[in-house]
């Protein structure tokens, strides 16, 4: 006996689906893969983020990127953001430095310019004293000597000699010698690169010591070849080599603060 409020049952049915039509598959066939967009929107958006703030800091003058190095300092940060303004600042720093009578004068009276003059210039240099401070403040100092190895680099410093306990430095081909010597004239091509004095006076390392300056350019030689081929140009086309070095304040090893945590 059925009952009369049993439910009807499913039939099952041994019919298969049916098959997609060829247009249909091969659309599915040429829709991206999830896997295959994962990996490539992020480098997308950070090349966009990174040319974004190259055309910033080409833009910006000398000042502002300072106004901004005290602004970050004074909100305590110290992300990849200030850190690329406070690698621009120290290319324009050193540019700087290749343009000041001081400098000048002795890379005409000597074979390059020693590295310890080039930092003595910066450190007391009325407009870049401040962001010396700032930047010694976040770094011990051997990081902080490597990054300005780098910059000198891509400031378009030279190297005298790759090697050895003292290390003079060409200043960059493409800034003019305007300082003269007493009675004579400037001779750019001869004094900046070319065959001048092979004398080095060695007493002078300023402060900081010389023994250890050979070794910070030593380790610059082991992964800095391809910086010396970049960009010499002028205060403002300097940041865009600055910034696609990724961070060289990042890279360069443990700061103040984490040295001291």
């Known amino acids: 006996v059925v009952s009369e409020n049993t439910e009807s049952a499913v039939v099952p049915t041994d019919k298969a689906a049916p098959a997609p039509s060829e ?35 080409e833009a910006a003058t000398t000042e502002q990127l300072l106004d901004r190095m005290t602004r970050a300092m004074e909100e305590g940060l110290w992300d990849r953001k200030t850190q690329s303004v406070a690698s621009t600042i120290a290319y324009r720093a050193l540019r700087d430095a290749a343009k000041s009578e001081k400098l000048q004068i002795e890379s005409q009276l000597s074979k390059g310019v020693a590295r310890a003059t080039i930092v003595e210039w910066v450190d007391e240099s009325p407009k870049y004293t401040n962001w010396v401070k700032q930047m010694r403040s976040k770094m011990e100092d051997r990081p ?81 070849d391809e910086e010396e081929d970049a960009d010499n140009s002028g205060e403002g086309n300097g940041s865009k080599s600055v910034v696609s070095s990724d961070s060289e304040l990042e890279k360069s090893g443990q700061t103040v603060e984490q040295k001291k945590g």
């Open 23 to 57: 247009s249909k598959r091969k659309i599915v066939d040429e829709l991206p893969s999830q896997s295959s967009t994962e990996g490539a929107e992020p480098k997308a958006k950070k090349a966009r983020t990174t040319t974004t703030l190259q055309a910033e800091l």
């Open 144 to 224: 902080y000597q490597l990054i300005i190895t780098r910059m000198l680099l891509k400031a378009g410093y030279d190297r005298v000699q790759q090697s050895g306990r003292y290390i003079n430095w060409y200043l960059p081909k493409d800034i003019p010698i305007t300082a003269k010597l007493p009675g004579k004239g400037s001779d750019h091509a001869a004094d900046n690169g070319g065959d001048g004095d092979k004398g080095v006076n060695e007493d002078e390392g300023g402060e900081g010591g010389d023994d250890e300056e050979e070794d910070v350019d030593e380790e610059e030689d082991e992964g800095g």
